[in-house]
Structure formats: C-alpha cells, structure tokens
C-alpha cells in the first residue's frame, strides 16, 4: 500500500492533458469540463491509481478494471491510454450521467463497450472477477449505497482494490453554496467515519483516505500551479475540513 505522502507527491506530479479530450471538451458543450482543470484533475488521479497499482500488484498488465458508473466514458478513456485493461458498465437510464441516457463521442470514436446495468446495485459479474473497481463520482449516487459496497466486494478479488474519489464531503463549502442554492444533485453528503463504516460492514480495510478539492474546478481553466496549490492545502493545513471530496483506497479483505 502506498503512503500518504505518497499519494501527496504524485497529486502534486506533472500531468499534460489529453489533446482529445481537450477537443471534445471543446466541441461538446455537455463536455466543456474536460477542456478546463477538471480533466487535469482526472489525469492526476489516474496517474495515481498506476503508482497504486504497480505498488501494489506489481504490474498493471494483467490486472482487470472495473469501471463502475462509465458515464461518459473518459475515465475508461483515460485508463485504457495508461495501459489498463477496462471493462465499463452503467445503469441504463434516461439520466444525464447515465452512458444510455446522453450524448457519448468517447464512447462512440473509442468503441468503449459499456456493460448495461438493470439492477439498481447488483452486477452481471463473477464473484472475484476483478482486481480494481472505479467509483468515479458514483457512490453517492445509487439508491443504496451499503448494498452497492458488498457488491462491490463480492465482484473483486481478495486483495483487490476499491478506489473512489468525488465523493462529497459532509463539511465541504462547495456543496453548502449548491445546497443552499436549491441544487442537491449531490444530495448525501459524507463522513469519513462513513468510509470506515462501508469497509468493516462489507470486509474491506480502508488503506488511505485523503481530502481532496477546496477549489472548484468545472469552470476554471487549467492551471498546474493553482492544482499543486490545491492538493497541498488539503493535505496540510486544516482548510482540507472544508474540501469538496473525499477520496481513497479501500482493499478487499484477504484469507
């Protein structure tokens, strides 16, 4: 399992954008964020979970992935270019962050099979089939989130990891100003404690936890000084109590 300050360094890494998200941010405006610091964002996370990985397993060229929660597409985009093997799946839904309920150009010119999802927290996976499962920004979106954890573990091996990330913080300013601004898209809000809770209900261990993002990032240009700004204030000083997310690892439990 990597350190803390580990997962400190690498958030604080170098990353260059994808040149082809950066053009389909740009030509879609349903997927502008991917042209602006978001998409620096991802890059960074995703070049964390390669540290993890070959940290962890050694290797990244036999691991299976799961990307729970596709959406759009570009995380499963992103990893697939890191040399991960992907599997993506999604509820079917008429929704906006739904993969079958929205406009898709990743998906599309990238041929990504999404695994549909009919179930609102069982999947169409063998018990211990994967050695990764994603939660991009999903977790706090399904209608049961505990059932959704034990399922989780039930598809990944002893072992595996289950990494997730975006998932809003119970103090976070960000989410306060949405709420009280009507919008409750993130409508669960989260503790650590919680984290903690999932692990030991669903046998996992919880390897690192961290707080991640104090300043918004859908809207604002990519800057890499203003991102490194950003990890080390929410790694060390006490302004990390009042970030957007939550993020970390959590590793399945062994024999």
């Known amino acids: ?152 573990r039930r598809v990944l091996r002893r072992g595996g990891t289950f990494f997730f990330c975006f998932l809003p913080y119970h103090l976070s300013w960000t989410q306060k100003i949405a709420h009280m601004r009507g919008d409750f898209y993130h409508a669960k809000l989260y503790r650590k404690a919680d984290i903690a809770q999932f692990a030991q209900q669903s046998d996992f261990t919880v390897g690192s936890m961290w707080h991640g993002q104090i300043m918004p990032k859908n809207s604002t240009a990519y800057n890499e000084t203003l991102e490194k700004l950003d990890r080390m204030l929410t790694f060390n000083t006490p302004l990390k109590y009042f970030a957007t997310n939550i993020e970390g690892f959590m590793v399945a439990g062994r024999d």
């Open 1 to 152: 399992m990597i350190t803390q300050n580990t997962v400190r360094d690498v958030l604080q890494q170098h990353v260059a954008l994808d040149p082809y998200l950066m053009k389909i941010g740009e030509s879609y405006p349903s997927h502008g964020f991917l042209s602006r610091a978001t998409q620096g964002v991802y890059c960074r996370l995703v070049n964390l979970l390669k540290v993890y990985a070959q940290a962890q397993y050694g290797s990244i060229d036999q691991l299976r992935v799961l990307d729970w929660g596709a959406g759009k597409g570009h995380i499963s985009y992103l990893m697939k270019q890191a040399g991960f093997n992907v599997t993506s799946c999604d509820i079917v839904a008429d929704a906006i962050d739904s993969s079958f309920g929205q406009e898709t150009p990743v998906i599309k010119e990238n041929a990504i099979n999404i695994v549909p999802l009919t179930d609102p927290w069982k999947l169409p996976f063998d018990d211990g089939e994967f050695d990764i499962v994603l939660s991009f920004g999903v977790l706090e979106h399904v209608p049961n989130d505990a059932e959704s954890m034990k399922e989780i």
